[in-house]
């Protein structure tokens, strides 16, 4: 069984968030695919399984910690491997089922790597935390709030609390204690802090072990958020950043349309090709 190590998000390789994909793992259990995950140690790996319909695939994104039923540039870079194992030269489509949504992926040459943009569909509008609670999860994260802005849960397959702070607030953000329970209560999986005036954010894991490099499953909530509140006009692309605190600085384009879908995408560039030694039986 072969799998590839590409980089989402990024202008070249070596830049960007990091994924293994599986083109064809139809023979694994979920258990292997949940091993395979914490042993090549990847925020998320992709498993793909081709369907009957044509350039459709099911697919199921595991991090070292769980199965999630939806991620963003796990998408991303899948599609933009199908792209090059059955695309060709010209444009392609492709339609990943996964547990929590279908979604539909326009990939593209693009330099040396592949352009991928995936549409979410519509975000939907969740709880508004009050100023205490908005207080108490930038506490967790010794943080800064901006107080401009409402703290808000926003979802596109995802649900994240997005918490804005200030400039110093997201340089100096680090996650000190688990959030699960607090998240659950409100209706949200992670949190998501954003730095509004710069388009920049940052996230953690619930437990605020490993930061994540560049979160497509987030940058659909804050591009839906931001045309919300006024900062950005639907129908006109923009950019978000992240990554840039962990030496991997992260380009994912956004857009609202004007029927309310969102739209993310970004770069993809191929850096690995592997095989595994082991039968499928064997990983059991």
Known sequence: MEYWQVDVFAERVLSGNGLAVFPDASELTATAMQELTRELRQFESIFLAPLDAPNAFSARVFTVEEELPFAGHPI???????????????????????????????????????????????AVFGKVLDEAAADTFAAAFSS??????????????????????????????????????????????????MDVDAREGRTWDPLGVVEDIATGSAAGPVAAWRV???????????????????????????????????LVGGEVQLLAHARLLPTPADLG
Not at 234 to 258: E, I, W
């Open 144 to 193: 800064e709030r901006d107080r401009r802005y409402p703290a808000q849960v926003v979802s596109n397959g995802l649900p994240y609390l997005l918490l804005p702070v200030t400039s110093g607030g997201l340089a100096a953000a680090k996650q000190r204690e688990s959030l699960d329970d607090a998240l659950a209560g409100i209706g949200a999986a992670f949190a998501f802090l």
């Open 76 to 122: 991303l870079g899948a599609a933009a491997l199908l792209h090059h194992l059955h695309g060709g030269k010209s444009d392609a489509s492709w339609l990943l089922h996964l547990p929590e949504k279908q979604v539909r992926i326009a990939t593209r040459r693009q330099n040396k790597g592949f352009y991928a943009e995936m549409d979410q569909g519509p």
């Open 228 to 262: 919300a509140q006024g900062l950005d006009p639907a129908d006109k692309p923009f950019a978000l950043a992240q990554g840039r605190f962990l030496g991997r600085p992260s380009r994912l384009d956004v857009c609202v349309t004007a029927a309310g879908n969102v």
